[in-house]
């Protein structure tokens, strides 16, 4: 639900708590995540990208063109003799948006399997010109519902998180992009030419000549 979420609820006595408690659940249950963890955070993940988290607590925030290593650590699910669809020994990493789809990436594997397997990945954000991303989000691992989660993202520390994690996209002045899609930019070179005829000057084509 993330900690920005229930900012918006008012008090609405008995029934407003219990309709609160419902929402939580619910949300639990159908948003529920993978035991592994998103982690930009290299005091949690050593080698990984610092990177902040200012939007909600379930999405790290980065810009189009960053490129940055995550790490998906405690991957406890995993066995360590996956490969990707890719070919490669390693396990599929899935950067889920609604808005331009799913990127698909290789991750390496350590220490798999057991608690501290750890799942290590690249990613250029994409910046143009067929994805221009915008909004949040969502990372999973072995497959597109497989979603990470958000235990460090929320708090810092691993403490335990059940809802999705993954990364916020923002401008230049730290703003989510909420305009999805690339403008297609058109360069048109356009020439001017000078006919003079007596007095008259007109510009037409590419071509001079005086008569």
Not at 78 to 86: D, I, K, N, V
Request: negative net charge.
């Amino acid at each position: 639900m993330g900690r920005r979420w229930y900012r918006g609820v008012r008090d609405g006595g008995i029934s407003g708590v219990f309709a609160l408690a419902m929402l939580a659940a619910s949300a639990t249950t159908a948003f529920a995540a993978a035991p592994g963890s998103l982690c930009n955070t290299p005091s949690l993940c050593p080698g990984a990208t610092s990177l902040p988290s200012t939007v909600n607590d379930q999405h790290y925030d980065t810009h189009p063109g960053d490129s940055l290593i995550g790490k998906i650590i405690h991957a406890s699910d995993l066995l360590g003799t996956e490969h990707c669809t890719s070919g490669p020994a390693g396990v599929d990493v899935f950067v889920k948006s609604t808005d331009f789809g799913n990127i698909t990436l290789c991750g390496s594997l350590s220490s798999c399997p057991g608690a501290n397997c750890t799942i290590t990945f690249s990613w250029t954000v994409p910046n143009g010109p067929t994805i221009c991303p915008c909004n949040t989000s969502i990372v999973a691992y072995k497959d597109t519902g497989n979603n990470s989660n958000n235990d460090i993202i929320d708090d810092g520390v691993i403490n335990g998180g059940n809802n999705p994690a993954g990364y916020a996209f923002l401008d230049q002045n730290g703003n989510v992009i909420t305009t999805c899609g690339c403008t297609a930019t058109t360069t048109t070179s356009s020439s001017t030419t000078s006919t003079t005829s007596t007095s008259t000057s007109s510009s037409s084509s590419s071509t001079s000549s005086s008569t």
